[in-house]
């Protein structure tokens, strides 16, 4: 069982930064891809930003520029760095990751979340 533990979240007034982690518990299967979502109230839970198991990584438009998506290989960790933070970036923000098992299976697995606030 894959177990994601991020951290890093709280409160931040506009303008400021946050840095979040996102560290998996190690597996003997593939990773596909890992990523960051965040999930507003009332809203859908959108992607923040992707990184593939090539390192190749993506961040969506509403913060291109802003957030920079990184990761430690050695420490299995996942980084989401929040600069000029807005108020519209509030949300709980999840940590996922998809590993590829040996018969090819694909299986999903989620953080438990960590609150952003920005005022």
């Known amino acids: 069982q894959v177990q994601l533990v991020e951290s890093g979240g709280g409160s931040v007034q506009a303008g400021g930064s946050l840095t979040l982690s996102c560290t998996a518990s190690q597996s003997t299967y593939r990773s596909i891809c890992m990523a960051w979502f965040r999930q507003a109230p009332g809203s859908q839970r959108e992607t923040v930003a992707t990184?593939?198991?090539?390192?190749?990584?993506k961040v969506a438009g509403s913060v291109k520029g802003r957030f920079t998506l990184s990761k430690d290989n050695a420490k299995n960790t996942l980084y989401l760095r929040m600069d000029n933070l807005k108020p519209e970036d509030t949300a709980k923000y999840y940590c996922?990751?998809?590993?590829?098992?040996?018969?090819?299976?694909?299986?999903?697995?989620w953080g438990q979340g960590t609150q952003v606030t920005v005022s």
């Open positions: 996922a990751q998809m590993l590829s098992d040996n018969a090819g299976i694909v299986t999903g697995y």
């Open positions: 990184v593939d198991s090539n390192g190749v990584t």
